[in-house]
C-alpha cells in the first residue's frame, strides 16, 4: 500500500506512531543486543586477549598478525656437507647424486619394489622463519616453494573448507537437471518433490550416523556397492579415515542433503519463465538443447546467482557435518575453519583470538558476496532486461 | 526477415515439425521419469538402509551381503533407546523447546511484521532495513560474544540461551508476514478503525486470525530448524539432562559406538517428528521455500 514517508504530524499521527514503536520494540533491542553488539563485540575482543576467566588484556594487532603472518620459502635440495654434491632420495637411501645410477632401477630387497630417486629437499623447518608452520608447498618452473603460515591449522582448514565448496556446483547442476525433468508432464510430481526435498529438512545429527554407517569401510552400504558393481579395491575404502577420500565423502553427503532445496528454487524459477519466450523460439525451430541454452538458463541466472550465494556463505560456515563425521580428520584433513574458531574460543578459552578469526572468516563472507554481486553484473539477466 | 521466411515455408514442413516435437516431447517424458527415479531411488535409500538397520537384530547387521529386509523384523532396538538410554529425555527437551521458541518468535515477528506492513511511524523504513541485514550477518561473527553475554547472566547449562533470543523476533520471519500482511486488503482494518478497535485489536482479532497460512509456515520453518539446531545446543548444554535430541544422539554415537541398529533406531526417532510436521503442513513449507528462496 502506497504511504507517504512524511512523519506524521497530527495527535492521531502520534497515537499510531506510538503503538508502532512499541510493536518493534522488542525486535529492535533484540537486533542491538544479539546482533549489532555482538558484532561490534566481537571486532574489539580481537584486539584482546580473553580467556573469560581473567579481563581482556589489549593487545593490539598481535592476533592480526598471527592470523595473517604468510610467507614464502624456497626449499632448496639438500647438499653432502663433504662432497657438496646433490643428494637424491632413493627407495630409503638417501644417495650421492653420483651414485644414482647404482640404485635407480633395481629393486629394493626389503620392500620389493623398484627404486626411483627423487631431489632430497631441506626440511620446512630449517628454511621457514620461527614461528612458522608448514601449509603447502607447490613446484613452480623447476623449484619447491613452500608456503609457511604462523596459523597453519587455519589457513589448511580454509584450504578444506573452500575444497569442500566443490559440491555446490555439483549439486546445482543436479538440481537443475532434476528440476527440469520435474517441469515435464509427469505423473507423481508431488511425491519426486517430497522424496528429493525431505533429506534437507531432517536433523544432521541423525543424518550423520546414518552416513556413519554407510560409510563404515567393512560392513558399510557405499562400500558394499562398490564392490558389487565391480570396483574391487576402490569397495575397501576406508571413507573418513582416508585423507584423499574424506572430503569426496563429505562432499557426496553435503550433496544429497542439500540438493532437493535447490531443486525446488530451480523449479520456481523455472516455473516463472515466460511461456511467450518458448513460443516464440519454437517458431523460430529451436530444438529442446536451443530452448534451454537460449531461453531456460539465461531466464534462471537470478535463480542460479541467488543459489550460488546462499551456498557459498553457509558453504564458508561449513561445520557440523565434518564436525561430528570426522572431528576434522584423519590428521587436519577435513577440519574447516569454523572448526578451528569453535575450538579456539569454546575447547582453549582464547576469545580474543578466536574473535579475530571469526572477522577475518566473516570479512571473506563479505567479500565474495560483494564480488559475485559485481560479478552478477555481468552474466545474470533479469526479465526485461532484454536476452541478447 | 527470418520470421517471414517461416510465415512463408510449405505446410509440409511445418506438419513435419509439428511430428518432431510430439516425439521429441515423449522423449523427453520418458527420460524425465528415468531421471527422477533413479534420483529418488538414490535419495531414498540412506533413509530405507536408516530403517532397515534398525530392525534388526545386533549381529544382523555384520553379514555379506547384507539383508534389505531384515529377517525377522525386530522392535528391540526401539523399546531400548527409549527405555535404557537418556534419548527420550532429549526428545522431550527438544520437544518444549522447539514450540515455546517457535510460538514466542511467531508472536513477536508478525506484531512487527504488522506495524511495519500497516502502520505509519517514522523512521519505519529504515529500521525494517536494519532488521533486515541482520541476516546477513554471518553466525560465526557473533557466536563468541554471545557466549560471554550469556556467560555473564550465569546461563550457560541453562536452555535460557536457546530460547529467550528467539522471544525477540526474529529478522525472516518479519520479513515473510510483513510481505503477507501487506498483501492484505485495506478494508480490514478501515472496518475495525470505524468500529473504534486500537492497533493491538485490529492485529490480534482482525488481521491474526486471516494469517493462518503464514503462521502455518513460521511454525513448521521454526520447529523444524530448532528440532534440528546443534550448535546452540553444543555451545551452551553441559549436564545430560539438558541436552536435546541432536546431543543426544552424538552422545549415543559414542557410548554405544558400533551399535548401528540402536543408533539407527535413535535416528529414526529423531527424524520422525520432522517427517509428520513436514507432512502434515507440506503444503506451506513448499510454497514458502519457493516464494522466499530462503531456507529456514
Known sequence: MAVSSQPPRSRLGRYEAFWGYLFIAAPLLGF???????????LVLSFTDYDILTPPRWVGTQNWQEILGLTVVTLPQQVDDESGEFLFRCGRETVLQSEIADYEGRVDERTRQVMTCAPLLVRATDVLPDGYAPWFDVELSGTRYLVGARDAILWEG???????????PISLALALILALALNQQIAGK???RVVYYLPTILPLAAIALVWLWIYNPDFGLLNYLLREAGFTSLGRTNWLQDREAVKPALILMGVWSGLGYQMLIYLAGIQGVPRQLYEAAEIDGAGWWAKFWNVTWPALTPTTFFLLITSMIAGFQNFLQPYIMTSGGPGNASRTVVMTIYDNAFRDLQMGYASAQAWMLGTIIIAITVVNFLL???WVFYEGEGLS | MENVSRIEAPPVAQVRQHRFHRREQIVGRVLAYVILILGA???LLPLFWMLSTSLKPERGVFTMPPQWIPDPIILDNYTEVWQRTDLARGFFNSTFIALTTTIGEILVSTLAGFAFARMLFPGRKYFFGLLLVTMMIPGVVTMIPAFILFRLLGWIDTWLPLIVPLLFGTAFAIFLSRQYFSSLPRELEDAAKVDGCNYWQIYWYIFMPNAKPIIATLFVLGVIARWNDFLGPLIYLRSVENFTIPLMLIRLNSVYALRW???MAGSVIAVVPVIVVFILLQRYFVESVAITGIKG
Not at chain 1, 543486543?33 to 563485540?41: C, K, Q, R, Y
Not at chain 1, 580454509?158 to 555446490?168: G, M
Request: no cysteine; glycine share 2%; charged share 5%.
Open chain 1, 32 to 42: 542491538i543486543i544479539f546482533a549489532a553488539g555482538p558484532l561490534v563485540a566481537s
Open chain 2, 261 to 263: 541398529p540402536l543408533l
Open chain 1, 376 to 378: 552478477a553484473r555481468r
Open chain 1, 190 to 192: 508431488n511425491l519426486f
Open chain 1, 158 to 168: 580454509l584450504f578444506n573448507t573452500v575444497f569442500l565448496l566443490l559440491a555446490i
Open chain 2, 41 to 43: 531411488f538414490a535419495m
